[in-house]
Structures are given as structure tokens and as C-alpha cells.
């Protein structure tokens, strides 16, 4: 709907309807009525009197300190405090001025007699800078300095006279203009939130306010100072700036004396317009709003994206504003209605104090509020010191193990690789610290609750995290202990493979069938660690060894040259050192070799084992030696050899049973072979 003027000044008008109520609330708020002479609070009256409410207390008590204020000096002098049984009386030698109570003094947190002194003591200094100040106020004025002063006021004034008259109508035709050249709307994200027309009635709206605003200041300061400059019109001045200061006890004055009732019913007349106003605009708006944002649901492109995963589509984000709409125009309403109400009740004598009581019910959370956003505002300040600061200090940490990582700053006994995970340690303490700072700033943290929740909440994470601070601790262990690094080949119980990460929770591990395992740190810190990566860094290299068993009729110095010619065969075996062979054993039937070779790729230890058990076999078949256990050759008389075809000469027949003969004692003692067992 388009924005007009009018109905602005009615906003405006209904808000000084609603703040009536609000400056016009009964003692029982808490704040006090203030009691002024010549525009300056001297104190407050926090309680009526009987039939006088606070505000028709203070207001008497003010007609009587004007009167005051006009007596003769003997008058003023006779201004002291009577003490009686329940009250005590401020009087002077012509009238009572006001009594103190002893619910005023407790309210106070004073002696009765001890409040009175203090008022009339203010009292006195008033009326003795009033006396001062008019007896200055009577010296002869320096006029041609004054006049001067004057003149260039007025300069002044009508130079911004002049300016606002030239410069504003400029700047409402620049904005009729550019409303016809620019048609642009206000919209987010494809919703037009204002018109073009809209927009340009609003800052032409706007342009018109911070004219009149700006001229009323240039007219205050102008009569402020003007006045100001010469005795015979400061006290107006200073009436003038009262009157402009506290319209709103003007107000209040008019209701206490009486009138109320006429002057009330008239207001909430114009409040009743004013709601309506309020309730036909509403009427027009959000309907406006919905079907606004209801198309832009249905033509929208936009989603609500992290990356390229959509969270919400555009029909659903169209949905959820639709929701806060609706949400928003129900709020609107009952705040509308609620006002009202207060405002109509507050108009009147007799409800005055129900609707303080209403209006109270909705500000006094808000007071609430502010109170404690303002009294938190030094926390807030500590904790955004504290975080910058901790920024910092982590920044700069991180400067200085980098360049220990980088090697530019180097430590006796302390490697590069230890940079990393001890940074991430400093931090993780320093972030500790951090928390432990700010914490006692939280808003609310010395709070029973707060401190209940926490314990709570540790008791929880300490019961929880016991297995993964166990982890934690044995990684930071394994990081100084550097039994591996990442890319090493090793073997953590029964696991061998090659260390692909490592945190400080698990060490993950690649087999050498491509499986991926992931072992606690506190498994791993508990199990043995053999890692075949380290020697190969460093001399001596990794030994690989394999074995052989052969019988004692094989000559053991043909057998050792057949195992080291097949390990210098076999790719990463290293020449130097050479391959060497131990007889680890001397078994019933055969001897045990054990071929050693070193190599410097124990990441390829399986093809490796593989390829150096393909060469000893085809040494052991050239040579014609057969790698079997002699256990075997004891019930294989007479059949072929286990040596592939390849290897054997082609005259090669298989050797018939061997029948050695027998001795005379040999025939008598055992029976003649059968005639199966002679062919």
C-alpha cells in the first residue's frame, strides 16, 4: 500500500496517546513524581496522601514553592522542619509546604526527620541560587556586545532560512525525478519488498521530516540563545525551556486537576479513529504482503544453498516467510488491540491505574531487558578483548611452529614433525585458557543454574569422552615416541599394511590387500610396534629371509652359492651389503638354510618374498637339487624326481628299485622273499 503523510502523523499521534499512560503511572511503579522549581527537580514523592494521589501531591507542593519563591525574605528564613508522631511537617511562618510520611521515608531507606532535612535543605539552595541569580540578572547588561550576538544569531537563522528554502525543494523535484528515471524497486532476493512509487513517496516523507525536524532545532537554538543573552528575558527563557521540556507533566497536570473526564472522552475518540486508521491499514497491507511473496514462491529460481547441497527450495522458503507473515500479523493485531485498550483506560481517572498496570505488563520485560543488555555491555567488552586477543596470541603461535616445521627455527632434540601436533596442543591449552577467561563474564554464569547445568554437562562429557581421552592421551604419546610416521610400513598386532593417517584418536592403516584399518591409539599404544620402514632409512638396511630345508647328502657350500645367487637375482635386493645364509638348525633328516638379503623397499615386502622364492626354486632345479624334506624320499624308491620337466636332460629315466645283497646270516635269518616281492 502506498505510504501518505496523514496516516504517518497519525503514527505519530497514536504513539503520543500511548506514552500518556505510561509518564502519567501511579507511585506504586517505583519511579517517583519529581517536584521542580524553575525547571529543575529538587525531589520526588514516591506516595499519595489519603484522597492525593503522588501527582496531585507534587504538583501542590510545586505551586507552593512558587509562591515561596515570591515571599518576603523573612518568609524564606522561616522555612524549617517540625517532627511529630507519624509525619513531619515542612513549613514556613505563612503555610504547610508538605508532609514526609514514614512510607515515604522507608521507601527512601531513611529516618523520617532525616528525608525532611534533606528536602528543605535542597529547598534552600534553590531558593538561594533563584536569589543570586536575579540579583546578576540585575546588574546592568553589556547591550552592544549582546545586540551583537544577536544579530549574528539572526544571520545565521536566516542564512538556514534561506538554505532550506533553496535546497529542499530541489530535493523533493530531484526525487520526483528520480522516480520517473529509475523504476527500481527495494527487493531481497527476487522479493519486492517496496514499490518504486512506494519507495520514492517514503523518502520524499522522509526529506519533508528532517526538514521540519531540522528547522524546529534551528528555532530552539535561535530563541535558547537569543533570549538567553539579555536578564530581562532569561527567566522567560527558562520558563519557555521548562514548558518545552516536560509537556507531558503538563498533561499530567490537567488530569489531576480535575478535568478529566470531558478531556478523556475526547482522546479516546481520536485513539478509537486512530485504531481504526491503524486497523484498515493492516487491512490493506499484509493481504498486499502475502500475495507479494505467495507469486515470488511461485516464480522464484532462488534456494537456499551450502555448497551445491540445497537446504530449501524456493517454494519453501516462499512457505516459511508466508508463515512469519501471518505469525507477524497476529502479533500486530493483538499489539494493536492491547494499546488501545491501555491508552482508552489510561484517559480516565478511575482506570488509570489498570492500564499502568497492563502497560506495565508488556514494558517492564523490555526495562528488564535493557537493564541487563546495558549492565552486560562491559562483559561483552571483556569477551570480545579476550577473543581478539586470543586470536592473536594463536596467530602468532602458528607463525612460530610453521617456521619450525619449515625448518627456519630449529630446536636440539626436537623434530619437524612434532610441530604440527604441538601447535594443535598450545592451541587446544590456550583456547582453554581463553574459555576459563570468559567464562566468568558470561552473562548469567554466577547464576545457581548456570553453574548447576555446567557440572552437569561435565559430568556428562567426563563420563562420555573417558575411552576418547584415553585415545587422546596415548596419541599424543605415539607423536613424541615417533615409532612410525605416515607412508611406513609396520605391523601393530596382527594388522600389517602401511600407515596412511594419523590423528589423535586412531592410526589408520593400509594391508597389502588395499583393506583399511583403523586402530585405536590406545590398542595401538598397548600392542608391540614393528615398523620395517625405520632401518630402511638409515644403515643397516631391512633384512628379508626366507628358508630351506635340505638333506646332509647335499653339499652345504653348493647350497649357500644357490640361495645367494637367487636373492642377487631378485629386484630390490640390495647388492651391498651381499645376501648371506645361516644354518639355523640341524634337524634328524635335513638341514635348515636361511637365505638374509637386504632391501630398501619394505613397502614391496610381498612381491618381493615372491619374487625371491620364484629364483631359489629355479637354482634349486638347475642345479638338479630337489627342495623337498628327506622324509618324503624315504618311500619314493623307484619313482620319478619331483624336478619339473624343463630342468631334467631328455635322456633323463626314472631310476628302477635298488635291491641291494643280502649276507649268509641275512638268508638264515630272514625267509625268502615271496615271488611278488623278487619281481
Partial sequence: MDLRIPFTICVFLFSCLI??????????????????LHGETLFTIQTGLANV????RAAAIEKRLARLTRSAASVIESLRVEDHEQTAYVLT???????????????????????????TGKIREALAASSTQSTHDSAPPTNLRNLLWAGVATALLLFFAVASYVFFPRLYEALEVWRDTHPHAMSLRGLELLSATQLSIVLLFLSRVLRGVLSGLALYWYFHFVLNLFPQTRAFERRFLATLAVPVEQ??????????????????LVATGLFLAFLKGFEQLFPRMLDKVSAWGFTTTYSLKIQRVELLTGAQLSDGLLGLLRALRFVAYVSLIYLYVTSVLGFFTATRKLSVELLNYMIEPVRMLGREFIASVPDIIAIAMIIIVTNYVIKLIHMFFNGMERGAITFQGFHRE??????????????????????????????????????????????????????????????YMRPF???????????????????????????????????????????????????????????????????????????????IAGAKQTTHILETPEPFVLQTSLDDFYV?????????????????????????????????????????????????????????????????LRIWPLGPSQLHQESPPSEEGTR
Fill in 251 to 268: 498533561v499530567q497536570a490537567l488530569f489531576a486537576n480535575g478535568g478529566g473526564f470531558v478531556i478523556g472522552l475526547l482522546l479516546a
Fill in 93 to 119: 511562618s505563612e503555610e504547610v509546604l508538605f508532609v514526609v510520611t514514614d512510607n515515604e521515608a522507608k521507601s527512601a531507606g531513611k529516618p523520617r526527620h532525616a528525608l525532611a532535612e534533606e528536602q
Fill in 418 to 479: 612434532w610441530a604440527t601436533p604441538t601447535y594443535k596442543i598450545v592451541r587446544f591449552f590456550v583456547l582453554v585458557f581463553a574459555a576459563v577467561a570468559i567464562f566468568p563474564y558470561i552473562p548469567g554464569s554466577h547464576s545457581e543454574a548456570f553453574r548447576g547445568i555446567s557440572v552437569f554437562l561435565g559430568v556428562l562429557v567426563s563420563l562420555g569422552a573417558a575411552g576418547s581421552f584415553s585415545n587422546i592421551v596415548a596419541g599424543v604419546v605415539l607423536t
Fill in 53 to 56: 494521589d503522588a501527582v496531585s
Fill in 592 to 656: 635348515r638354510y636361511e637365505i638374509n638379503a637386504y632391501t630398501g623397499a619394505p613397502n614391496k615386502m610381498a612381491a618381493i618374498y615372491s619374487e625371491l622364492h620364484q629364483h631359489i626354486q629355479d637354482q634349486f632345479n638347475e642345479a638338479g637339487l630337489e627342495i623337498m624334506s628327506p622324509h618324503y624320499a624315504q618311500i619314493r624308491d623307484g619313482n620319478r624326481t619331483a624336478i619339473p620337466d624343463q630342468y631334467l636332460p631328455k635322456t633323463y629315466q626314472p631310476p628302477g
Fill in 485 to 563: 610416521s605416515v607412508g611406513d610400513r609396520v605391523k601393530i598386532a596382527d594388522t600389517t599394511g602401511d600407515i596412511t593417517e594419523k590423528t589423535l584418536l586412531v592410526t589408520r592403516i593400509r594391508t597389502i590387500k588395499n583393506v583399511d584399518v583403523t586402530i585405536p591409539n590406545a590398542l595401538v599404544l598397548g600392542s608391540h610396534i614393528i615398523n620395517f620402514s625405520s632401518s630402511s632409512m638409515k644403515p643397516p638396511p631391512l633384512i628379508l629371509h626366507t628358508s630351506v630345508t635340505i638333506g646332509y647328502d647335499t653339499p652345504w657350500q653348493k647350497v649357500h652359492k644357490l640361495l
Fill in 19 to 36: 506514552a500518556v499512560p505510561i509518564f502519567a503511572e501511579s507511585p506504586e511503579s517505583g519511579s517517583g513524581v519529581p517536584v521542580r
